[in-house]
């Protein structure tokens, strides 16, 4: 059978947005406006497109048996939109600390995204699940440097290891948007067969589902390395190509120390043009 598009497109494109967010934070500050655009597509893509009817919901109100897994796609595409929303107008307005509630919103985002697929409402009992179980690993890997993050807010390391686990975080997506819903990418002894109104992957012995399970452990484990390198890599490049300065600090002589201090509660700037004497930062309320 020919498989479904939307599945596979579904996992690569949101992957790809999470590969672009980890590689332009080992850059740059991330551009929280693409994340809101790219969260509000995927969350209309989820809810309201590639289905027989428009509506979400059925007559009733409930949620139909076969578009429960959208509804909980649709969830981590929305606490990314609040994070992404909340960051750029804490930025705006300055607020005082908006580091730390920034980084709090965005543990937010990864615990959703752990809580929806720990609890998933499809089948983790097949190489689907299988692909799903490594990705909470990696969520998990975000969850936790996000949290790290507040408690070391000028930590390198983990600023470092948090964009590689998002970087990372894209790039399994994808995979798993290739390997479970291409039909030239399913694992042999494996097909596509439809459940529940979805297409999944379906190995018809003990031996060909242990073979696929394996086979996906073998590509996170590929995936991780080449990542793993490809950090190390562009670390060493950078700090070539951006060196660092020599710090040179003047020790003071005899006697000035003491000056300079008095000098700093007074608030009085010996040379300068201020014409009162005082700088913002120098007045000790």
Known sequence: MGGTPRSSIGHILPGAGFLAVGLWHLFRHLELILVIAGSAVEFAMEMFVDHSTFLPFDADGSIPSDRMHNHEHAIICLALLVYAASALHLDRVRARRRDTLSLLLV???????????????????????????????VVAA????????????????????????IAFHGVWLMVIGAMVWVPGRVPKGCSLVQEDGRDTVRCPSEASLHRAKALAN????????????????????????????AAYVRVPEAGEEEDN?????CGAVRGSDNVHGFTPLEIEV
């Open 107 to 137: 543990a937010v985002v990864f615990a959703q995204e752990l809580l929806v697929f720990h609890f998933h409402s499809t089948d983790h009992a097949g190489l689907e699940g299988q692909f799903h179980w490594l990705l909470q690993l």
């Open 261 to 265: 201090l008095e000098q700093r509660k």
């Open 218 to 245: 073998l590509q996170f484990g590929w995936y991780l390395t080449f990542m793993t390198v490809f950090v190390v890599a562009l670390y060493l490049y950078v700090c070539k190509r951006y060196p660092a300065e």
């Open 142 to 165: 975000c969850l936790a440097t996000a949290l790290l993050g507040i408690a070391f807010p000028r930590s390198f390391a983990v600023s470092l290891v948090r964009s590689a686990c």
